[in-house]
T-cell receptor, first 114, second 114 residues
Framework: DTEVTQTPKHLVMGMTNKKSLKCEQHMGHRAMYWYKQKAKKPPELMFVYSYEKLSINESVPSRFSPECPNSSLLNLHLHALQPEDSALYLC?????????????FGSGTRLTVV | AQSVTQPDIHITVSEGASLELRCNYSYGATPYLFWYVQSPGQGLQLLLKYFSGDTLVQGIKGFEAEFKRSQSSFNLRKPSVHWSDAAEYFCAVGAEEYGNKLVFGAGTILRVKS
């Protein structure tokens, strides 16, 4: 299995809702990432998990809450989002946190906040 | 500060013509260099990467890229473009000195005309 699987593919949520994005990989990778990509923009790093521990938080608002329950699974919990949070959320994984390992990306969750 | 520049926002080429997408970086160290491709609404797929050694690297789908240290460039090339190559292409750079974070350029949208 050489894929990163993200669910759901599309999500529409209200500003008072709580929802979660899920990311799963079975490549034995020990680093996992959340990226946010606005329309016509490059991906921007949000969080990095290394060996199931949060190692980087790029000053992301607390309405985004990451969680790594085990080495194969990464969640992003969403609460009280704003319309400007609408974007494509990409999960990625790599063998380790060294950038030389290269990242494998999932196909993303398209989030719309209404 | 480190940066990645893709000077061309859009490029249009005819099917069968050659292609070159430009990428320049500004890093104080020897960076790790990547090219990714993204089809609309999809995740990112790694085309190729350069860490060291031969400055001409071969990737998937017939793409290649050349690292030129003197010009701080890592341009992507393909000798003959196919209609299926139409997508957005991102150059990305990382370095251990900058926390192993992968930084993306703004992207170049490739259109292929028949």
């Amino acid at each position: 299995d050489t894929e990163v699987t993200q669910t759901p593919k599309h999500l529409v949520m209200g500003m008072t809702n709580k929802k979660s994005l899920k990311c799963e990989q079975h490549m034995g990778h020990r680093a996992m990432y959340w990226y946010k990509q606005k329309a016509k923009k490059p991906p921007e790093l949000m969080f990095v998990y290394s060996y199931e521990k949060l190692s980087i938080n790029e000053s992301v608002p607390s309405r985004f809450s990451p969680e790594c329950p085990n080495s194969s699974l990464l969640n992003l919990h969403l609460h009280a989002l704003q319309p400007e949070d609408s974007a494509l959320y990409l999960c990625a994984s790599s063998q380790d946190t060294g950038v030389d390992y290269g990242y494998t990306f999932g196909s993303g969750t398209r989030l719309t906040v209404v | 500060a480190q940066s990645v520049t893709q000077p061309d926002i859009h490029i249009t080429v005819s099917e069968g013509a050659s292609l070159e997408l430009r990428c320049n970086y500004s890093y104080g160290a020897t960076p790790y260099l990547f090219w990714y491709v993204q089809s609309p609404g999809q995740g990112l797929q790694l085309l190729l990467k350069y860490f060291s050694g031969d400055t001409l690297v071969q990737g998937i789908k017939g793409f290649e890229a050349e690292f030129k240290r003197s010009q701080s460039s890592f341009n992507l090339r393909k000798p003959s473009v196919h209609w299926s190559d139409a997508a957005e292409y991102f150059c990305a750079v990382g370095a251990e000195e900058y926390g192993n974070k992968l930084v993306f350029g703004a992207g170049t949208i490739l259109r292929v005309k028949s």
